[in-house]
């Protein structure tokens, strides 16, 4: 597999009286097709570094590449346009637009885009919410829909620009646990079978299983880079997820 993903030094300082540091010093290297999972204590900088690689947020020090591509001489308008061509994101709160209904909500990082012709998103837009389901939802309104539909409506809407990186900041950490192994199993897919690269954050272990990969973070540190399979950095084995 070749790399989509680089970080070299990453770190990230909050200024103020007493500077906090979210990320210290973080270099990486994420292949295409891989599934990573990035687990921590509350506070140990999963979601700074899950920023940090999405490029929403800028390093105080070091760099990202995105596919080969220096990303740290970019300006705001070149990295707004590369996320939306690059990357998908997933959130624990979906964050649909209430106003739009479902076919909707996936369309408008495509109308933003504008790389495919007006029939074109539409047909992509609804094969990839029957894809996940959600074929006879397509006009309905977010607050119609459960919880777990929500999600899949966002991740629907992630993958719309059809990104080389999906990022997921906890998509199962508001979700029942029938919901939350549905998500599972579609992040996975989209890595194993669709050649997707898959980044997520999650502080549940049954989901980090689903990964080829575990990303434990201590203090803003990596304490541990492995299969998810292996011992973490703690020295425990995470459980199998029950059949």
Do not use: C
Request: net charge negative.
């Amino acid at each position: 597999m070749s790399e989509v993903l680089r970080a070299e030094g990453l770190t990230r300082i909050l200024p103020g009286a007493v500077p906090v540091t979210l990320v210290r010093d973080i270099s990486l290297s994420i292949d295409h097709g891989e599934f990573v999972m990035i687990m921590g204590p509350s506070g140990s900088g999963k979601s700074s570094l899950l920023y940090l690689l999405g490029l929403l947020d800028a390093p105080t020090a070091g760099k990202v590449w995105l596919d080969g591509r220096d990303t740290s001489a970019f300006g705001e308008d070149e990295l707004a346009e590369l996320r939306l061509a690059s990357l998908g994101f997933v959130f624990q709160f979906h964050f649909l637009l209430a106003e739009f209904s479902v076919l909707d909500n996936v369309l408008l990082p495509m109308h933003r885009l504008g790389s495919l012709p007006e029939e074109g998103r539409h047909a992509r837009a609804r094969q990839l919410l029957a894809d996940l389901g959600l074929a006879d939802q397509i006009h309905r309104r977010p607050d119609q829909l459960s919880g777990g539909q929500r999600q899949r409506v966002a991740i629907a809407r992630a993958m719309a620009n059809d990104p080389l990186v999906i990022m997921a900041d906890e998509p199962t950490g508001n979700l029942d646990t029938a919901s939350s192994r549905n998500v599972r199993d579609i992040l996975s897919d989209f890595a194993r079978n669709r050649g997707k690269t898959v980044l997520a954050v999650t502080h549940d272990p049954d989901f980090a299983q689903a990964g080829d990969r575990l990303i434990r973070l201590v203090d803003g540190r990596i304490a541990s880079d492995g299969d998810t399979g292996t011992p973490d950095a703690a020295g425990m084995q995470l459980p199998t997820p029950p059949p």
